[in-house]
């Protein structure tokens, strides 16, 4: 290939914010309940019935806008736009396209080039569509309304990506400012934050864009990803074939690794937008804004830093720590209780990350308790439980959140530190290992291990490892 080609990348990304009640009722938002029971008239546009703007919505809106340092619309606006779909009751979204709350933003992020800006649009407010269940019934489709009018905010960036790596260094970056602000827990397989990828190539050196294509269905960083190198592949093809990249939206099918068009992509005006009649402007006065300042929580850079000094924690294990809120949260909590940062940090940074790896989850699923990390580690330390016990206590932890003094007690996993009990097994194993002690006296090391295994099984893994060897040489 004689031409160089670049990617160029903007994001459209939606999250769902974590409000109790929906955008323009008192709606709940939760997820999962039985179909159309958080449903009223507004929310399944009724006619006649009027929205009224939670006010959270816009203050997580702010929030979002402040810690990606966007300039907040000081007089900002609802407007309506107008498309059928069976999903959206009224016919029309109410969302915002002349004032949106956010403009003019950008996040830094690093990738293995070093750190570049990647410059925000907007955000604005909107409220999402309820769901199509295809499946369930032959010949019908059924709508459930539950997430019709739960809150969203759409992050609108410029085109300033040109990687697949970019894009999710930019992903990462961002769903991590929204869970720190506890704007939204932002889980990409559950849907509240979903990411449109408009993507389009363009010869190295160019000025003008390409034309782009929109791509929709990614869940996941991994699908992300290969959607990025398939579709930048198959416009430099066609480019190359002297074809045509058409405007479009398509989707991405990750089993296929494939993407297929769905629809020519929609202009502004074909959604015929309007200013929303129902519902006033809202006026954002500087002290608002200084308030929702004022409330910002420590995000992760400043994490990060505090991290390496107060807790003398390399830099590394602070970036795991910190790479998501819940983690934080824990590690902070336990080693406030228990006042042993670096072994807090080895439990999260080893065995918690061997175990989510294992079952496939993410730190966001974790859902044991500090209380109970902080008591292993002080019933580690303390040396009550060797190191083998430890780990399989924390397994317990870990799934079930059980409390490690309480499991240990009942089942008898403290360590024997009683010298005449230990003394007593291991005259027994050597009497029962003439051999091993034969090899031992006659110069082979390995055959003191053995008999520290033969005597920690005797002792059901229960005995002070440091005793056994001690007395073991002792007795040869
Ligand atoms: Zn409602």
């Known amino acids: 290939m004689s031409r160089q080609y670049e990617t160029v990348i903007g994001l459209e990304v939606h999250v769902e914010l974590a409000t109790k009640t929906k955008i323009f009722c008192s709606c709940s938002t939760e997820f999962g309940g039985a179909p159309n029971t958080h449903t009223c008239p ?8 009027l929205p009224v703007l939670n006010k959270k919505v816009v203050e997580y809106a702010m929030a979002v806008g402040l810690a990606t340092n966007c300039q907040i619309t000081r007089h900002c606006k609802f407007d309506r736009k107008n498309y059928f779909y069976p999903d959206n009751p009224q016919n029309y979204q109410i ?6 709350i956010c403009r003019n933003g950008y996040v830094e992020i690093e990738t293995e080039s070093g750190s570049k800006k990647i410059g925000i649009h907007e955000i ?5 569509a309820g769901k199509l269940i295809h499946d369930e019934w032959e010949d019908c489709s ?13 992050i609108v960036s410029e085109p300033d990506m040109r990687s697949a790596e970019e894009v999710i260094a930019y992903l990462d970056k961002l769903r991590l400012i929204i869970q720190y602000l506890g704007a939204s827990d932002c889980k990409l397989q559950e849907g509240s934050m979903r990411a449109d990828v408009n993507l389009s190539v363009r010869e190295v050196g160019a000025k003008e864009f390409g034309t782009r294509t929109e791509m929709k269905n990614l869940n996941s960083f991994k699908a992300i990803g290969r959607a990025i190198e398939g579709e930048r592949a198959r416009q430099i093809e066609l480019l190359e074939e002297g074809k045509q990249v058409i405007q479009e939206t398509r989707r991405w099918d990750d089993n296929k690794e494939a993407s297929h068009a769905m629809r020519s992509k929609e202009d502004a005006q074909d959604y015929r937008y309007f200013p929303e009649p129902d519902l006033v402007p809202v006026d954002i006065s500087e002290e608002w804004i200084e308030e929702v300042r004022s409330r910002q929580p420590e995000l ?10 107060e807790f003398d924690i390399p830099e590394y294990d602070a970036k795991i ?3 998501s809120k819940q983690m934080a949260d824990l590690f902070e909590a336990a080693t406030a209780l228990c006042g042993k940062p670096k072994k807090v940090s080895n439990w999260l940074m080893v065995e918690t990350m061997r175990l989510l ?29 060797n190191s083998t016990v430890a780990k399989e206590v924390f397994e317990h932890i870990f799934y079930d959140d059980i409390d490690p003094e309480a499991y240990v007690e009942e089942k008898g996993l403290k360590t024997v530190n009683d010298e005449g009990a230990l003394r007593e097994t291991i005259e027994r194993v050597i009497a029962a290992n003439p051999q091993s002690v034969a090899d031992y006296k006659g110069g082979k090391e390995k055959a003191l291990g053995f ?6 099984k005797e002792m059901k893994g229960k005995a002070n490892p440091g005793m056994v060897n001690q007395i073991l040489k002792e007795l040869l």
Not at 95 to 100: D, M, V, W
């Open 124 to 128: 604005h407010m909107e409220e999402d």
């Open 42 to 49: 507004v929310c399944t546009g009724m006619p006649g019935s």
């Open 95 to 100: 969302s915002q396209l002349y004032a949106p």
């Open 321 to 323: 720590l910190t790479s």
């Open 300 to 309: 992760r850079t400043e994490k990060l830093v505090r991290y390496k000094e």
């Open 451 to 456: 008999l520290v295994g033969q005597t920690m």
């Open 142 to 154: 059924l709508v459930d309304y539950n997430r019709s009018g739960v809150p969203l905010i759409e």
């Open 357 to 385: 790896k294992e079952n496939g989850q993410e730190p966001e699923d974790l859902k044991f308790s500090p209380e109970h990390l902080a008591k292993l580690v002080e019933l580690a330390d303390a040396g009550t439980i």
